[in-house]
């Protein structure tokens, strides 16, 4: 582990005891770039907000998060992730807009909408009407080429070894996240359905659209069909369309988010891929 200047300053400054410090099982696939500590400590002060801090970390370029014996680890049985730029790097969206020559106009209503500064719906209409024409043979090409996000195959892999239902809430399409949870061998999705017609894509919007509410409202119906408590569950997600579930599950990650986004949610993962996920959810036998 390198230096960590700010970090430790921090710790300092609020007169913040480290006890122990326990190196942390990295995946053999990930090994080269990845390291992990737990940092154990002690007189913590009682009005410490941790919220405030959502960059901690960053200038050292690593992950800082913090839990506390009253946050004890549930039994995880349920993970719900977001797809664009979660579980893929990049936001399909956007992607079809560059095909259909309105890549820069898209892009742009996207960012607006990740950051939480345009209603999600209004703003989806808006982005799919612009995609009206665009050839169907595109959506499967674009289906075949998206790249996973670093870590995502490990972390899942895992989660269904501890025997933990994995489900994609995505505002993206179905196409799309049909492809993703067929590849990294996940349970289920909900998506947007994506309408085309004579080979073309319409433009037009299927309801329900899977908004904000959608997505906590499912998260919610998932963990109730299985008779578990919210505790039980984790979501990661990175835009302001995730902050519901993010708030609503008892591990809720705001994963390579925007600021506004790390701000409102209770653990964020910066640097690191997805597979740093797990070193929130504990052991099995923790």
Not at 30 to 45: F, K, S, T
């Amino acid at each position: 582990m390198p230096p960590l200047p700010n970090i430790n300053a921090f710790i300092k400054s609020q007169h913040i005891d480290v006890v122990e410090k326990v190196d942390l099982p990295v995946p053999t696939t990930l090994a080269d770039c990845r390291c992990a500590q737990r940092w154990y400590l002690e007189a913590i002060p009682t009005d410490l907000d941790l919220k405030v801090w959502p960059d901690l970390g960053l200038e050292d370029h690593v992950d800082v998060n913090f839990q506390s014996a009253m946050d004890s680890i549930a039994d995880i049985k349920l993970a719900v992730f977001d797809m664009d730029s979660t579980l893929i790097q990049c936001e399909v969206i956007d992607q079809l807009a560059d095909q259909a020559g309105v890549g820069a106009e898209v892009s742009a209503i996207t960012e607006q909408a990740m950051r939480g500064e345009l209603d999600f719906s209004q703003s989806f209409a808006e982005r799919l009407g612009l995609l009206k024409g665009l050839d169907s043979g595109v959506v499967q090409q674009l289906a075949n080429e998206l790249p996973l996000t670093d870590g995502g195959k490990e972390l899942i892999l895992t989660l269904k070894t501890r025997g933990i239902k994995t489900v994609i809430l995505s505002g993206g399409f179905d196409v799309f996240a049909e492809r993703v949870a067929s590849e990294l061998g996940m349970d289920d999705y909900y998506a947007n359905k994506l309408h085309t017609r004579a080979g073309a894509l319409t433009g037009e919007v299927i309801t329900p659209i899977v908004n904000a509410e959608f997505k906590e409202a499912k998260l919610r119906e998932l963990a109730s069909g299985m008779g578990i408590d919210m505790r039980q569950t984790m979501a990661v997600g990175d835009g302001a369309n995730d902050l519901n579930m993010l708030n609503a599950a008892g591990i809720g990650i705001a994963f390579r988010a925007k600021p506004a986004v790390r701000l409102r949610a209770r653990y964020r993962l910066q640097m690191v891929g997805l597979d740093g996920a797990l070193h929130l959810i504990g052991n099995q036998n923790d």
